[in-house]
């Protein structure tokens, strides 16, 4: 007899779905249909269970094969290439569990690493533009509930968070919008015809790399002042359509991604949409989101700013936090040589960084904790499987509107896998004898 | 005036914070004491000793003290931070953050300058010879109050974010500047004598900005008020002026709004 596990959290998207039904073999060991998960989230369960996976550490040797080590080994590796490194790099923390990060975090100030996340490759603008002018935001709960002028901004839902318009921004009937979608007007800003964009009821193809003009324009059309007859290949009458549009809604949330984020002006585009999100609530009510990719690089950002005050790219070399994206961020610091040595837990830079900051990696002493065989895996000096969070071991995770959600197990790891908190508990321990001897 | 020569003998392994080169910190020091400033590479703390070759010693307070840089200093972060008199010369190349929140006195590198150089400067005068990189008299992260004093000079390029958050104080660039002049800017002036491709003077509350050539895509809040001949950099010139960012909040002065200015040479 199978049996059934429900409000089961998907450890995958910032959508961080908490509806999964999952159903297990009797023994608890494998697992054998998935319930209410979109694509994207029910692979990351059955990935679990690949036949392929690795279930011991890896050391490369210098022919580039790799060599089956035990876990003391890799952990002594792993301590002894952070107490000897002066400026240690520990990156990724977006897809494992708060207390993990924490554990982390603890490594990081000891050693004087510099702890950076994926929002350094990601949502690290919108934080740099939250700190700069402050940001009014809401739950995803309200936006169901209440919400009836929806933006995306520059991001994509209908493919990166598949469940995001179902549960939440589109179609569910909630408290106030018992219509569903026939209650919301749905504006898309991207300058290609996405999936999302043709289920919108306005599509603006902005030029690409004029986000930050187009955010003005709509600033400036909120206070009567004139425009120019276009505005990023926009024409003025659409332009007023639109804040016409936002500004007759009872409540208007803009979701934005990494099509502004990342294009040209970056910061500056969050920092302008967050204006303009403030500008708004002179007429209504406004707030604004980011669509968060990995399931718990929010909670990287919460539990970074609640020990060191900064959400990401922390420089601890000297004893103090210190933050300042373009020298202290991942890339930078690659591209730079300013670290000489990196240690990856919970992200992939080996296929999201460019090439030359992968090829210092390769060159450099680097372990990469990960379930998975990735490109970074394959990379690093050692590599050190792990449980997957959220599958085989619980823990804490923030949901991208900052509720934090307590991911389940449902299955156990493999015999003898580690997981991540077990993993760094035992490098910190190690850590703390090569220091005392010190 | 006493002049303290170091020259880099050890390159750094990573990259060195020498926020001790400075004439504050030289002050009233031999050139053992100075060689026994500390700097940081990572997080090992060692003294400037271990990587410059130091001769001369400081004078009695900082407005008698000269520094000059000599070699490869490509790696090495923060020289002139905090300075607030006498004088620093770079021969080559510095890294990030030179003349950071500088106070006063005279900074002059003859070579180019990375990112956030000048950042919260205060006072004094900074010249590059060569071109800067991005971040040039900005704010630091988070903070609302960018370049307030002082004069910054640049004789090549700029990179983009020049003047962020800008209060007061000048920025000259001779060359070019990339994208996001004077944003957020509150006060103070910006003289771009190149181009400047785009998004010049967003969400600018008040203050100058002045680009000698061509710009290729204005903010769209930026509305055109008159010709106007201006005296700027010692020369007086013809300017369409508008006002701006339209899109952004303006305070009241004497019941009329203040805008931020844009000048176009004509
Ligand atoms: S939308 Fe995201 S969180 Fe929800 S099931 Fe899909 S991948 Fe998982």
Redesign the interface.
């Known amino acids: 007899m199978s049996k059934s596990v429900t409000d089961v959290i998907c450890p995958f998207c910032g959508t961080l779905c908490d509806d999964l039904e999952v159903i297990v073999s009797d023994d608890g060991k494998k697992i054998e249909d998935i319930y209410n998960a979109c694509a994207i989230g029910a692979e990351k369960f059955m990935h679990a269970q690949a036949p392929e996976r690795v279930k011991r550490p890896r050391m490369q040797q210098p022919d580039g094969s790799y060599k089956e080590v035990s876990y003391d080994e890799a952990v002594e590796y792993t301590a002894r290439m952070l107490f000897n ?3 240690p790099l520990m990156y990724g923390w977006s897809s494992t569990s708060c207390e993990a990060q924490s554990v982390g975090h603890e490594i990081a100030e000891k ?2 690493a510099i702890v950076d996340n994926t929002a350094t490759v990601c949502h690290g603008t919108t934080l ?1 533009a939250v ?2 002018v402050g940001i009014p935001s809401c739950t995803l709960g309200e936006i169901k509930n209440r919400a009836d002028r929806i933006i995306f901004w520059g991001c994509n839902p209908c493919h990166a968070h598949p469940r995001h318009q179902s549960r939440y921004s589109v179609f569910p009937r909630g408290f106030f919008t018992n219509k569903g979608h026939m209650n919301r007007k749905v504006i898309v800003v991207d300058p290609r015809v996405t999936d999302t964009a043709k289920l919108a009821d306005y599509h603006y193809q902005v030029e690409q790399g ?1 986000d ?2 187009l955010l ?5 059309a ?2 009567n ?4 007859e276009t ?1 990023a290949g926009i024409p003025r009458e659409k332009i007023i359509e639109g804040a016409e549009v936002m500004k007759s809604g009872r409540f208007g949330i803009i979701f934005f991604g990494m099509g502004v984020t990342q294009s ?2 970056k910061n ?1 585009n969050i ?2 949409a967050i ?1 303009l999100t403030k ?1 708004l609530n002179e007429f209504t009510k406004f707030s604004i989101m980011a669509m968060r990719g990995h399931y718990n690089v929010t909670g990287s950002g919460q539990v970074l700013g609640w020990q060191f005050g900064y959400p990401f790219s922390v420089d601890l ?3 103090f936090a210190r ?5 202290t961020s991942s890339n930078d610091l690659l591209r ?5 040595a990196v240690f990856v837990l919970g992200s992939d830079p080996g296929a999201h960084f460019p090439i030359s900051s992968v090829k210092k990696i390769a060159e450099l002493p680097s372990v990469c904790v990960d379930p998975h065989i990735t490109p970074t895996s394959e990379i690093s000096k050692l590599h050190v499987p792990v449980a997957f969070v959220g599958v085989e071991v619980g823990g804490n995770c923030y949901r991208m509107d900052n509720v934090p959600i307590e991911a389940r197990k449902v299955v156990d790891p493999p015999e003898g896998v580690l997981t991540d908190v077990e993993f760094l508990t035992r490098v910190n321990a190690r850590l703390d004898q090569l220091m005392g001897g010190k | 005036m006493e002049t303290v020569t170091i020259t880099m003998k050890n390159q750094p392994k990573l990259y060195l914070e020498a926020d001790n080169i400075s004439p504050d910190k030289f002050a009233g020091k031999k050139a053992s004491e100075i060689a026994a400033l500390h700097a940081y590479e990572g997080r090992e703390q060692t003294t400037l000793g271990k990587y410059f070759e130091i001769a001369g010693e400081g004078g009695a307070t900082a407005a008698d003290t000269r520094i000059v840089v000599k070699g490869d200093v490509s790696r090495v972060k923060y020289i002139g931070m905090k300075m607030s008199a006498g004088e620093v010369l770079v021969e080559q190349s510095p890294d990030m953050y030179t003349g950071a929140w500088m106070q006063g006195g005279k900074l002059i590198v003859k070579g180019s300058v990375d990112s956030f150089a000048g950042i919260g400067m205060k006072g004094g005068e900074f010249l590059v010879e060569g071109n800067a990189g991005d971040y040039l008299g900005a704010a630091y992260r988070g903070d609302w109050r960018g370049m307030q004093g002082g004069l910054i000079r640049v004789k090549g390029n700029a990179g983009s974010d020049i003047g962020y958050f800008m209060n007061g104080g000048t920025i000259i660039v001779h060359g070019n500047s990339d994208v996001h002049v004077g944003t957020h800017m509150e006060g103070g002036r910006i003289i771009v004598k190149g181009n400047a491709p785009s998004k010049v003077g967003g969400q600018m509350v008040g203050g100058e900005i002045f680009v000698y050539g061509t710009i290729d895509v204005m903010m769209p809040g930026f509305k055109y008020v008159q010709d106007e001949e201006v005296e700027v950099d010692g020369e007086k010139a013809l300017f369409a002026l508008y006002h701006g960012d339209t899109g952004e909040r303006h305070p009241k002065r004497k019941g009329q709004i203040v805008y931020g200015k844009l000048y176009l040479k004509i």
């Open positions: 490194a002066k400026k050693v004087g740099i700190q700069d004029r930050y003009e003005s324009a709509f600033r400036v909120l206070r002042e004139p425009l120019p505005v040209l002006s500056h920092d302008n204006m500008d070399s000297r004893g933050y300042n994206p373009g020298e730079r040589g300013e670290v000489d």
